[in-house]
């Protein structure tokens, strides 16, 4: 019989477990504390179990981790790990520190199946979606790697964005789980405003993620009309921006822990950067509550794009910002090694274009 391993359980789940091994609730708990606020997973070290059921936990269950393959620091202070899943599939995932914080941008699935052209991970090709462990095992590897632990208030990982390989919302019921767990006061004890899910527009999984969740959001917008997104964000043939900006609407409707959307836009020179593009942009999200992160684009052998110079991009950001959205220019961390915006790939060794190999394909999500 295979171990259950614990990284994949929320506290409901747990309690679960323990309750068909006829033990108390309350041991989830206290294995969770152990497990995210200690970093101990040997059970033998979980001392206020009694050696009975440490030796049960020990037969039936286990704690894996991701195998650390590369270790790229930047020399801005950022952090790039190749993150080992099994035989075949590798993912990436970045530490961004800043001052007063430190970000952890993790992934959700081995590639991407909707073929954003800007980026570079959908040129990978998609193997699969990454299971609830493999979703939190990142964020335990990695305060394990930066010695910080999790339970002191001085923890080095403040905030978590799920920015990295794949669409989050295309693997709804892991991402939503490993969320649980990471909002948990058992577990990574993060508050809902420093976890922030970006999606590039799955309306119907949006909808549903209010239902369940007070993460921030995130839309990978990058144009105001529907032609171009087209092109740039496939995703958009299926839902448009009027679906997409109306889900958005709801997300935040009376919901006082939601107070708006972050909108990124990748700044491609003479593309979508132009003063009129601004100014639809201003347009397009006056109704919406909204913060505009422009990106600079970070370029990879084979694309067909430029980044606009720092003046447009300065020019487009006034424009945008005097029209009462408040804009801001994210500063590109990492891009020495690959850990920028866009640049993630890891190592999808069966380079499967589009949704070929995906159980939950573009077509067949719910409407």
């Known amino acids: 019989m295979d171990k259950i391993n614990l990284l994949g359980l929320n506290r409901a789940d747990l309690e679960t477990l323990f309750d068909e091994m006829g033990e108390k609730s309350f041991r989830a708990s206290q294995v969770m504390k152990w497990l995210y606020h200690e970093g101990i997973h040997d059970f033998a070290e979980m001392t206020n179990l009694s050696k009975a059921l440490r030796e049960r936990l020990a037969e039936q269950a286990e704690v894996t981790l991701p195998e650390v393959i590369e270790d790229h620091p930047s020399v801005d202070g950022t952090r790039k790990w190749l993150f080992k899943l099994d035989e075949v599939n590798s ?55 930066l010695g910080s632990p999790e339970s002191q208030a001085d923890r080095k990982i403040t905030n978590v964005v799920l920015m990295g390989m794949g669409e989050p919302l295309l693997n709804f019921d892991a991402v939503v789980k490993a969320m649980d767990i990471m909002l948990d006061d058992f577990g990574f004890g993060l508050s809902k405003r420093r976890i922030t899910l970006s999606t590039s527009g799955v309306v119907p999984m949006i909808r549903e993620l209010r239902k369940v969740s007070d993460v921030s959001l995130a839309i990978s917008l990058h144009a105001s009309n529907d032609k171009l997104r087209d092109q740039l964000v496939p995703i958009n043939k299926k839902y448009p921006i009027a679906e997409l900006l109306s889900a958005c609407r709801d997300y935040v409707k009376d919901k006082a822990g939601r107070t708006r959307i972050t909108f990124e836009y990748v700044m491609l020179a003479g593309v979508n950067d132009s003063d009129a593009d601004a100014r639809a942009l201003a347009k397009l999200l006056k109704k919406v509550p909204s913060k505009v992160n422009l990106i600079p684009f970070n370029p990879f052998p084979g694309s067909p794009y430029n980044c606009s110079s720092m003046n447009r991009i300065n020019r487009f950001r006034d424009i945008v910002h005097n029209a009462g959205i408040t804009t801001v220019t994210r500063k590109t961390r990492g891009d020495d090694i690959a850990a920028a915006c866009g640049q993630l790939v890891g190592e999808v060794n069966d380079r499967t274009r589009r949704s070929e190999r995906f159980d939950i394909s573009i077509e067949k999500v719910a409407s």
């Not at 993790?106 to 590639?111: A, E, L, T």
């Not at 699969?128 to 394990?144: D, K, P, Y």
């Open 91 to 145: 993912i990436e995932t970045v530490y961004i520190p800043e001052e007063g914080r430190g970000t952890l941008c993790i992934s959700s699935q081995v590639g991407c199946t909707l073929s954003c052209s800007f980026c570079s991970t959908a040129r990978q090709g998609f193997n699969r979606n990454l299971s609830v462990a493999e979703i939190v095992g990142q964020v335990v590897l990695a305060a394990q790697l």
